[in-house]
């Protein structure tokens, strides 16, 4: 599937044609498909409406439930399910903030100084991951991290699997060819290395993106086919593993996660994108880091990023780097994938609601009793207070059927869960 790289106004592509035999009129423009309506009455219109604009200014992301929150206080958000963290980590967070920070009046430092440069962050990160600090590229989030490459590093073409955090396609730059792989809802999303290396042949990309496990479906590259994947595209110059939902995933049924971090030293062509964001449940912070062979870190750091992280990204790193935040933290990760994974059990068993295999933090569910996804979002927000994603405007999933929802802590997961009962059963 090929995008010719002119843009309209406001970053969305023309309508691209489509190769490998699929037809797929909905990658194209997407038609409104026939679907139950549902009465609101004026008052929730209205709410609707407002809500509507606001994602309208978002472009293809959601706006943030603190958005939301302040834009149209009388929603009364309860639930986030739309953005995806970990609560138990951000309380963790929290609590050593408030107990080394706020107590003792240190915040002030933090607020009033520049944080440590680049450099100086990456070394304190190289220490704990016992990486090359010269192979650590500090990010103020890892969306920073993803435009610095598809800016600096991809050329020609960049190969991006469908759906997709969208990102990957939308920083690339104007003489960037863009092409997916597209992920089929027939396969529950699976990614099939046969198929997408037989396409890495034939369209030479010189980047390639390896979401693992993948937003919006959750879908899961075990580590055996990583390496093998590894080995196969030793000759594209640039590959891409965005691990941002790694700790989510348990591979196995046990709790332990498998980076490809280490591969670094192996690959020179690796480069594996962290975000703090959703593990650590820290997105306000905006940390994220990359580990790539020195001289990209070099080549990247050639246009700056000095001092691109703040001081509580900084603090953050500062634990992070501690042995007994480590433990901690471990504890909070495990308990969340536990129950997270009841939360994607007790989704799969609503009556009308499809729910696809997911590593994440989050399950990609398909609408299947004529309920639109948008009237099941809207609803959801306006009768519920719980903010989920629907994925319309998701390339490679055909609107009106698709929502995503993140897992919370067990109170907020009950709540989710009794909500859409009620509101699909
Ligand atoms: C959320 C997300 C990111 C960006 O995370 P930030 O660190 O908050 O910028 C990167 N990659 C994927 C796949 C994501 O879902």
């Keep these: 599937v090929i995008v010719p790289r002119t843009r309209e106004p406001g970053h969305k592509f023309k309508p691209f044609a489509l190769g490998l035999g699929l037809s797929a009129p909905w990658l194209h423009r997407p038609p409104r498909p026939a679907h139950r309506r549902v009465n ?6 209205a709410l609707v409406d407002r809500i509507k604009r606001l994602k309208k200014e978002a472009g293809s992301h959601s706006p943030s439930a603190w958005t939301l929150a302040k834009q149209i206080p009388e929603l009364r958000l309860k639930v986030d399910a739309c953005f995806l963290s970990n609560p138990y980590a951000t309380h963790l967070f ?25 450099r100086v962050i990456a070394a304190k990160l190289g220490r704990v991951l016992d990486l090359e600090p010269d192979s650590i590229f500090v990010g103020n989030g890892a969306v920073e991290i993803i435009q610095a490459i598809l800016h600096r590093l991809t050329r020609q073409k960049i190969l991006v699997n469908l759906p997709t955090f969208s990102p990957y396609y939308e920083f ?11 992920l089929r809802k027939e396969e529950e999303f699976r990614f099939d290395p046969a198929r997408y290396l037989e396409l890495v042949r034939r369209e ?4 390639v993106v390896l979401i693992n496990p993948n937003n919006p ?16 595209l030793r000759d594209v110059p640039n590959v891409i593993v965005d691990e941002s939902f790694i700790h989510f995933a348990c591979e196995g ?9 280490d591969e670094v ?54 634990l992070y780097s501690r042995p007994d935040f480590q433990e901690r933290y471990e504890r909070e990760r495990i ?22 295999p997911t590593h994440a933090n989050f399950a990609l569910a398909e609408l299947q009793n004529g309920l639109s996804a948008e009237d099941l979002v809207w609803r959801l927000l306006v009768r519920r207070g719980i903010y989920t994603r629907t994925c319309d405007d998701k390339r490679g999933l055909e609107p009106g059927k698709f929502v995503r929802i993140a897992a919370r802590n067990r109170p907020e997961n009950s709540y989710i869960i009794r909500s859409l009962r009620r509101l699909i059963g």
Excluded: C
């Excluded at 479906?217 to 196969?232: N, Q, R, S, T, W």
């Design 40 to 45: 609101f009455n004026a008052r929730e219109q």
């Design 94 to 118: 929290l609590t050593h903030l408030h107990r080394e920070v706020i107590r003792p009046r240190k915040l002030r430092a933090l607020l009033e100084l520049y944080p440590s440069q680049n």
């Design 172 to 182: 690339a730059r104007p003489d960037t060819q863009v092409v997916f792989n597209l």
């Design 204 to 207: 030479r990309p010189d980047t």
């Design 217 to 232: 479906d959750g879908g899961y590259i075990p580590y055996a086919v990583m390496l093998d994947l590894l080995e196969e």
């Design 253 to 261: 049924l046990g709790y332990a996660y498998w980076s490809v971090v």
């Design 265 to 318: 030293r192996r690959f020179p062509n690796l480069m594996v994108v962290k975000s703090m964001s959703k593990d650590f449940g820290v997105a306000g912070i905006r940390a994220g880091y990359a580990v790539m062979a020195p001289d990209r870190v070099r080549t990247l750091l050639d246009n700056g990023y000095l001092w691109n992280s703040s001081g509580l990204a900084e603090y953050f790193f500062d």
């Design 335 to 356: 308990r969340f994938i536990r129950n997270s994974r009841r939360f994607f059990d007790a989704l799969a068993r609503i009556d009308g609601l499809r729910v696809y």
